[in-house]
């Protein structure tokens, strides 16, 4: 819990802007990241909306990101030598109609990834 929200509230409207001083170039590369913390399958996609619109679900659904790598996802742990490259895939807007979603990598167990699901990082 905090004093600062309760659950419902949308951070646009609550949290005070903290401008990061970051600039984000049209048709730039970045690197981006997603903790897994309950395999559940499924997939991700990641969308922008302006600050200049509202915040809301419609604006972003109008603005999803490609994959600059959509083949490969690096597996990071705590103890770096555990670290591995494994293989991605895409599922393409002509089939989702929303843009490019990557479907979750991490396969249940040891398929594919030398048993990096059965590890959980400190």
Not at 14 to 25: A, C, D, N, Y
Not at 39 to 46: A, I, K, P, V
Not at 103 to 119: F, I, Q, S, V, W
Request: proline share 7%.
């Amino acid at each position: 819990t905090t004093k600062f929200a309760k659950q419902g509230d949308l951070g646009s409207k609550v949290l005070p802007k903290r401008p990061s001083g970051v600039v984000w170039r049209k048709g730039s590369v970045v690197s981006a990241s997603w903790q897994n913390t309950a395999e559940h399958g499924g997939g991700y996609q990641y969308r922008l909306c302006p600050a200049s619109e509202a915040l809301t679900e419609d604006c972003f659904q109008k603005t999803p990101l490609e994959f600059a790598t959509p083949d490969t996802h690096g597996v990071i742990f705590s103890d770096s030598a555990k670290n591995r490259m494994i293989d991605a895939r895409v599922v393409p807007n002509n089939v989702t109609g929303t843009g490019d979603w990557m479907m979750n990598p991490l396969p249940y167990g040891d398929e594919n990834c030398g048993g990096c699901c059965d590890y959980v990082v400190p």
